[in-house]
C-alpha cells in the first residue's frame, strides 16, 4: 500500500522559514511526478510546486522565488524549502503523487501537515 507521510510543518513569524519533508512508502519518486499542494480555509486546493518524472519543475506565481522543491531518490523523499513566508501561505499542505511521470492525475496523498504564518 502506498503511504506518502509529511513533516515539518510549524508555526512561524512572517519573513521566516520551514522546511517540509514528504517521506513515500511502496512508491518510486525517481520515475512518478510528485509535488506539494496546499489547501487554506474557505479556498481551493492549489498545487504549490511539482517535480515531473523526468525533472521538470512547476512552481505557482504566488511563490515563486521563496519556494524550492526538491528530492532524494535514494530516501524517497520529497521537500519544500519555504522562504520569506507571508501569512496569506497559511494553509494545510500535502505531498501528492501522480501515476506517472507526467502530473496531470494525482492519485496518491498525504494527510496533511499545518503551516501557520502569523504577522
Known amino acids: 500500500q502506498v503511504q506518502l507521510v509529511e513533516s515539518g510543518g510549524g508555526s512561524v513569524q512572517a519573513g521566516g522559514s520551514l522546511r517540509l519533508s514528504c517521506t513515500a512508502s511502496?512508491?518510486?519518486?525517481?520515475?512518478?511526478?510528485i509535488g506539494w499542494f496546499r489547501q487554506a480555509p474557505g479556498k481551493e486546493r492549489e498545487k504549490v510546486a511539482s517535480v515531473g518524472g523526468y525533472g521538470d519543475t512547476y512552481y505557482a506565481d504566488s511563490v515563486k522565488g521563496r519556494f524550492t522543491i526538491s528530492k532524494d531518490n535514494a530516501k524517497n523523499t520529497l521537500y519544500l524549502q519555504m522562504n520569506s513566508l507571508k501569512p496569506e501561505d497559511t494553509a494545510i499542505y500535502y505531498c501528492g503523487g501522480a501515476d506517472s511521470w507526467a502530473c496531470d492525475n494525482f492519485v496518491y496523498w498525504g494527510q496533511g501537515t499545518q503551516v501557520t504564518v502569523s504577522s
Open positions: 511502496g512508491y518510486t519518486y525517481s520515475s512518478n511526478c
